[in-house]
């Protein structure tokens, strides 16, 4: 897959996310690629697996999605999703090369100044860092509401 290709799938489907997350009494900081893709589309995922490491999820469940007053069956989906700061910062090289609209682009500089602030594995935080990380994901999150015109 050419890193054109790879864009263009990202752009349509893909998601750069920075989050927090809750195990036992601790709380960490994560920074997140994903891409989800119906059940059929697994091929395109694997391929891009192939070129950026992360792992495939299968989720089996038919759901309900409620749209336009009706009731439909969502497909079974497939996620792949990627966690690895080096894995990360490779995706960012990928799609910092590519013209994107303010708002994306935006994301995309905030998203990779989060993944600088993370420690080497079993590293520390810095004085202050995990403030600095907690204010950019709500500053994504601020981008990514819904402003009315």
């Known amino acids: 897959m050419t890193d054109e290709e790879f864009r263009g799938y990202f752009m349509g489907e893909g998601y750069l996310g920075c989050h927090t ?79 994107l609209p303010a708002k994306k682009m935006k994301e995309l500089s905030l998203w990779l100044k989060f993944i600088n602030l993370i420690p080497k594995r079993g590293g520390r935080y810095k004085r202050g860092q995990r403030e600095i990380m907690l204010r950019i994901i709500d500053e994504l999150k601020q981008i990514r509401k819904y402003k009315e015109l």
Request: charged share 30%.
């Open 21 to 99: 997350y809750h195990r036992k009494d601790k709380t960490f900081l994560r920074a997140v690629a994903k891409i989800s893709l119906r059940r059929d589309d697994i091929e395109v995922l694997k391929v891009i697996q192939k070129r950026f490491g992360g792992h495939l999820f299968n989720d089996n469940h038919l759901r309900s999605v409620v749209g336009n007053n009706k009731i439909y069956k969502r497909n079974p989906m497939t996620m792949w999703i990627c966690v690895s700061k080096r894995e990360l910062l490779e995706i960012g090289k990928v799609l910092s090369k590519t013209q």
